[in-house]
């Protein structure tokens, strides 16, 4: 223990008030004081590492539980991934060239024309498998089968010529993009 020290309480004290008796003396052990000031610092740090700590625990508690929701639960898994993963659109566009100009009457052993476009937006190249045919009556009359390689973001154009040789009253001309499962057609009758 320290031996006491005499000092006038206007130098050291907070709590002297400036009293008429400029003479009195407090009792002063530094051992008495410091730890006074010690023990409100450590009530104010206590608080404030409370004020960080606790919502950086319920931070962390949420973010742990979010993670494993997301592992153990295949759903959840998947609405995050689809939600948080940018997925191209992929398609293909397939569409007749100058459309008004198709053919529309049937005159026999006359060569008739008309141009199709594939456009691929695959995001990949593609080889495009493809038939054309006539429907006549449910039944099909093969005109071309071929397929061609398309690379992405690219298109091809193509010429078709066919002659009919019997006599039909309505026929069904058909473009098939066999792997795609995607066709069109427009429709051509008697004069």
């Not at 008495?32 to 625990?57: E, H």
């Not at 191209?88 to 100058?98: D, H, K, Q, S, V």
Request: glycine share 2%; with cysteine.
């Amino acid at each position: 223990m320290g031996l006491p020290v005499l000092i006038p309480a206007k130098f050291i004290c907070r709590d002297y008030k400036g009293t008429d008796n400029k003479n009195k003396y407090y009792n002063f052990k530094p051992k008495n004081i410091i730890p006074d000031k010690m023990a409100k610092n450590k009530k104010r740090i206590r608080r404030l590492v409370l004020r960080i700590l606790i919502p950086l625990l319920v931070i962390a508690a949420l973010v742990a539980g979010f993670i494993l929701l997301v592992n153990y639960v295949p759903s959840v898994k998947e609405a995050v991934i689809l939600a948080t993963t940018k997925i191209p659109e992929t398609f293909t566009e397939l569409y007749f060239e100058e459309h008004l100009t198709l053919p529309k009457e049937i005159t026999l052993f006359k060569e008739n024309n008309f141009k199709f476009t594939i456009h691929n937006l695959e995001n990949k190249d593609m080889l495009y498998p493809y038939e054309v045919y006539i429907e006549v009556n449910g039944e099909r009359q093969p005109i071309d089968k071929s397929s061609v390689l398309i690379k992405n973001n690219e298109y091809k154009t193509i010429t078709q010529s066919f002659t009919i040789t019997t006599p039909m009253q309505r026929a069904k001309i058909v473009v098939n993009l066999i792997d795609k499962n995607q066709e069109i057609h427009f429709w051509m009758g008697e004069e």
